[in-house]
């Protein structure tokens, strides 16, 4: 399986994991299991550990996505400003850097960080 996708109880943190190609199809299951976890957990924290995966995601779905993540979070009565993700990646910065810039544009805390450590404070910060 290309990812992996549990709920850390004890720090109330969904960590997801990606390896290999990142593309459309993936990034639509990811975002409907990570739907299910929030649902059912009320979590708003997610860690996405990129590391090893591959990103293949044309630019203007990743342009579109702060919208539609937006409107799914609304379908569910789940107020977007409150989810947090944090993206860890190594050195294919240039297009998460990018999510970053149109999430954040569109009122989503989003962050990118090379540090796993320093992704988990972040995502601690209230």
């Not at 294919?92 to 404070?121: C, H, P």
């Amino acid at each position: 399986m290309p990812f992996s996708l549990k709920f850390n109880a004890d720090s109330g943190i969904c960590e997801i994991i990606i390896s290999g190609v990142f593309d459309p199809p993936l990034n639509e299951e990811i975002k409907d299991a990570a739907q299910e976890i929030i649902l059912k957990h009320d979590c708003y924290r997610f860690i996405i550990d990129c590391r090893e995966a591959n990103l293949r995601l044309p630019t203007l779905l990743i342009y579109k996505a702060p919208s539609e993540i937006r409107k799914r979070l609304s379908e569910i009565k789940f107020p977007a400003h409150k989810v947090k993700r944090a993206f860890v990646v190594n050195n294919d910065f240039k297009d998460f850097s990018f999510i970053e810039t149109v999430s954040t544009n569109r009122g989503l805390q989003v962050k990118v960080f090379q540090d796993m450590n320093q992704a988990i404070e972040w995502l601690n910060l209230q």
